[in-house]
């Protein structure tokens, strides 16, 4: 297999290189259409104010400048084909080398109260939804965040992960469907769905013919008024029937044009994602079936979007032009724009929303494949049923577990056996900084995407379906009046009621009780551990209070200590960041507060 870095190297190379083609040949143009130009100039001065040639003499170079024109939107077309093609690339050279927090969309707008969102960065700077997006539109967010948060069911699960291996391999295809709009723009396909959603206006038939019969005569009556075929006060009768028509069926009007203002900026977007679709075959059963949800009575739903994107364009001329609004307003072109508009609003705005569904899928998966082909060394994981011990048999084991989101050069891997013949809870011990909550987040991020359908950062992993509680990232909240402590038990509340479901939990308790005294941390810990693993869930529990290793000898062989530890050498603090069995033997509190300066 090609590497990814390589690869996208050369195909920068490659439109970098049709740019500059593209510039030169821009600037020839330029050059010739103005050379076109003063020639027809020439042409008419000496046709029209001289009179030395035949005003024949106009065609040529008239039709060599619309000749330039159009060849010239095509060469503009190419170079932002190609620089889009190329930025396309080049962040996937900046997610390749680790430089890409902070850029393309972050999913802060899904940030919310949920289970484990915030806990394992699933959205914001640098987080697993920046890493992966490269959707273009609000559908194609809206699918890959709710892959993030909310696992698949198993058979879900295969079918994504077969989809993600063919696209994987489908290089033009994900950077043609990223690359369909402008840099800065993100379809807003919410308010087209909401379009879609609404009632039709119901204009009737007889709307239509009225507006088309009032509108031709009054314009006829306006131009033979001007030219003195009829008089004045005829044109102004048929102008006083125009505006009645007009006024009949203002509000009506006014609705379908205020309806379809606000989703008509991504019908271009949605379209040319269709027509990329439309166009491509695919083996994957569930690429197949999303593609199938497109075609409707054998008719490619881009065609539709199409006509609707022509009728609006039209609209927009109407209210925007002046010199086209000179002509429309007699010939009430608003009211014959707004009846083919409703029309087509109901007769294929209620697909409108599963077309929605499956670009934003498609996109989600292209997401997901594109994060694959990038990682070629990260496996997709083993996801299998529950055995015979039902809740119990819970597990998730991975070799050479490490975190996403960090480079993989600096990444240090371990191996965890957690759930199944393994104990079912680990208490994890270690001393500032030395990579406990890591842990925490690796575990928990890579079951994301586990159960999202993507490969995961590891060198193997099996696991059951799992439900995600986590107290990575607890605050306390002036505007509710509660502290952190309160805040972590609210939490924990939530965990423990989650376990009681049908799907098994991992929880993943960062710190567990740490706002509380020693003794009241070392019972009520052991009665919230004792209860998610009496249901079945499984997980890990970190801690700065050695006490709490009692929990293991509680919990008897479904427990069991490890631990992070460091080492001070030259007086600085080194970590290696190896798990170890059994619990951490120093603390490097006082070395790190005497690093710091302070003298303890």
């Not at 069926?249 to 990329?276: P, Q, T």
């Not at 994301?448 to 909240?477: K, Q, W």
């Amino acid at each position: 297999m090609t590497d990814p870095g390589s690869e996208y190297s050369r195909r920068i190379k490659r439109a970098s290189d049709a740019i500059r083609r593209g510039e030169r040949r821009h600037e020839l143009i330029a050059n010739a259409r103005l050379a076109v130009a003063a020639a027809m100039a020439a042409c008419l001065w000496l046709s029209l104010g001289s009179g030395a040639i035949s005003p024949a003499w106009l065609i040529a170079p008239a039709a060599a400048f619309l000749v330039l024109v159009v060849t010239h939107a095509r060469v503009l077309g190419g170079h932002e084909r190609f620089a889009r093609a190329r930025r396309f690339y080049e962040r996937g050279l900046d997610r390749i080398g680790g430089r890409w927090a902070g850029s393309g969309p972050d999913g802060a707008r899904f940030l919310d109260d949920h289970k484990y969102a915030r806990d394992l960065d699933l959205f914001g700077r640098g987080s697993l939804f920046q890493l992966l997006s490269i959707a273009r539109t609000e559908a194609g967010e809206d699918a890959l965040a709710g892959w993030l948060l909310g696992p698949a069911p198993i058979a879900e699960v295969g079918a994504r992960q077969a989809a993600v291996r063919e696209l994987a391999g489908e290089i033009v295809f994900r950077e043609t469907l990223a690359s369909v709009a402008a840099e800065a723009h993100v379809g807003r396909t919410s308010a087209l769905g909401q379009w879609a959603a609404r009632s039709s206006v119901g204009l009737q038939r007889g709307a239509g013919i009225a507006f088309l019969v009032v509108g031709v005569l009054t314009s006829v009556m306006l131009m033979l008024a001007f030219v003195g075929r009829v008089p004045g006060s005829a044109a102004a009768a048929a102008i006083a029937v125009d505006v009645a028509v007009a006024w009949h069926w203002r509000r009506r009007v006014a609705e379908v044009i205020h309806g379809v203002d606000a989703a008509s900026d991504d019908l271009a977007i949605f379209r040319e994602l269709l027509e990329k679709v439309e166009g491509a075959t695919f083996a994957a059963p569930w690429l197949a079936r999303v593609r199938e949800r497109l075609v409707v009575d054998g008719e490619p739903p881009s065609r539709r979007i199409s006509r609707l994107e022509t009728l609006v364009s039209l609209l927009n001329q109407t209210q925007h032009n002046p010199f086209v609004r000179v002509i429309a307003t007699p010939l009430l072109a608003d009211g014959q724009l707004a009846v083919a508009i409703d029309r087509w609003h109901a007769a294929h705005g209620g697909h409108l929303a599963g077309w929605l569904e499956a670009i934003g899928e498609l996109e989600a998966v292209s997401s997901i494949a594109t994060y694959a082909y990038e990682h070629p060394a990260d496996p997709f994981p083993t996801v299998r049923e529950h055995g015979a011990l039902g809740a119990l048999d819970a597990l998730i084991w991975a070799d050479g577990l490490a975190h996403p989101l960090l480079p993989d050069a600096s990444a240090v891997r371990n191996d965890l056996r957690v759930g199944g013949a393994a104990p079912h809870v680990y208490l994890v011990s270690g001393s500032n900084m030395s990579g406990k909550s890591t842990l925490l987040r690796a575990v928990g991020v890579n079951v994301v995407l586990a159960l999202a359908g993507a490969p995961v950062r590891a060198t193997a992993m099996t696991l059951t379906p799992l439900a995600i509680g986590a107290t990575l990232h607890v605050v306390d909240s002036l505007q509710e009046g509660y502290s952190r402590f309160y805040a972590e038990i609210l939490r924990i509340g939530s965990i423990v009621e989650l376990s009681r479901g049908r799907t098994p939990v991992l929880f993943l308790l960062d710190e567990i009780l740490h706002g509380t005294n020693s003794y009241d941390r070392r019972i009520g810990a052991e009665a919230i551990v004792g209860a998610l693993v009496a249901a079945g869930a499984i997980g890990l529990v970190t801690t700065h209070d050695l006490a709490l290793a009692e929990l293991v000898a509680a919990l008897g062989p479904r427990a069991a200590n490890v631990h992070f530890e460091d080492q001070l050498v030259d007086q600085h603090i080194v970590f290696d960041y190896r798990l170890r069995a059994g619990v951490v033997e120093r603390s490097n509190a006082l070395a790190l507060m005497r690093a710091i300066g302070i003298d303890v």
